[in-house]
């Protein structure tokens, strides 16, 4: 898909076909071609692609595989000698589908923080028992705006066995009564990284895609003792709780990752619809806030945060049959049936 804020050029993905291992592929419009045959084609040029095996394998040495990839795609489409194969003929898999880390900014939309802090009513806040509703808004604005200036980051992580396919279902754990949605733009890292200065954390950036960070809202917070505070394990890494695809758009195909426009439908209804222009903290503030923090590697995954418009928000949660659906401007779409746990114990 293109358009005003991408550029023509490709996107990669993991696939499979008839029960058979799922392989590395480049996609232009509705057609895939195997990483493997690209490499071939490469070799016979003088040109050497490594890590055409996985996705994931691939970023590790991304700089130089995503040129050499540019190259023998364009000398293969000259030369009319790319085995193409429909999209539709394949089950698409998330496209890495087991990085090494996978971190999550919470509370990063200026709107959705701004209405979350308007609900909790005066006299949440010291100093707001006394403010109307203007002025409750006005002050959780100007609480926001002093954040993303001088405040950092609010990240946690989330474990890799939570990962499945754009398309594939969304099982609801038997022990959650409130599974909620949080569409999110993600951040595929391309190099390693530590200690990045935000000026230059677009050089570490591979490409994008979409993730639904699915959370158990009932489970976040520790029951015994709450002094524990929040438990990410239980509310956020159920398997199945994060939709990651359908595809790795490489950074150089999008031209402005903060104006991208974030939209979940839920059984065909609108519930999130939102510019990544709201981000209290932009990417490359995230970028240089979590390098600072911790090592950065090659196929790491930072969701960066889901705008207004959660279940929470509307007091309807997911359900047994619901059906999501969600898009990320030039990035492609999901749709992830939900299902209901079924277990012995």
Known sequence: MTD??????????????AGAPAFAGLV???RVIALHALRKLAEAKGLQLSGSESVFALLQNWQA???????????????????????????????VELPRQIFCTGANYFKHVVDILVSMGPGAHPGTAEMTPAELRAYAENMMRERATSGSPYVFSKLLSAVTGPYDPVILPALASQPDWELELAIVIGKPARHVRREDAAGYIAGYTIANDITSRDLIW????????????????????????????????????????IVLK???????????????????RQIEYISSRVQLWPG???????????????????????????????LGEQRNPCVAEVHDR
């Not at 595989?65 to 394949?90: C, I, K, R, T, Y």
């Not at 839920?266 to 490359?284: C, H, K, P, R, Y």
């Open 4 to 17: 005003t804020h991408t550029r023509t050029g490709f996107k990669l993905g993991s696939f499979s076909t």
């Open 28 to 30: 232009q419009g509705d």
């Open 65 to 95: 595989n995503f040129a050499v990839l540019s190259e023998a795609l364009a000398l293969g489409d000259q030369a009319g000698a790319l085995d193409w194969v429909p999209v539709s003929s394949l089950k698409v898999h998330a496209p």
């Open 222 to 261: 520790c029951k015994e003792p709450k002094a524990m505070g929040t438990d990410w394990v239980s509310s956020k890494s159920s398997p199945t709780f994060l939709p990651l695809g359908p595809y790795l758009v490489p950074a150089a195909f999008v031209a402005d990752p903060q104006q991208l426009q």
């Open 266 to 284: 839920l059984n065909g209804e609108v519930m999130q619809d939102e510019s990544t222009s709201d981000m209290i903290f932009d990417i490359a």
């Open 300 to 330: 790491d995954v930072i969701c960066t945060g889901s705008p207004a418009g959660n279940g929470i928000h509307f007091g309807r949660f997911l359900r047994d049959g619901d059906v999501m659906e969600a898009s990320i401007t030039g």
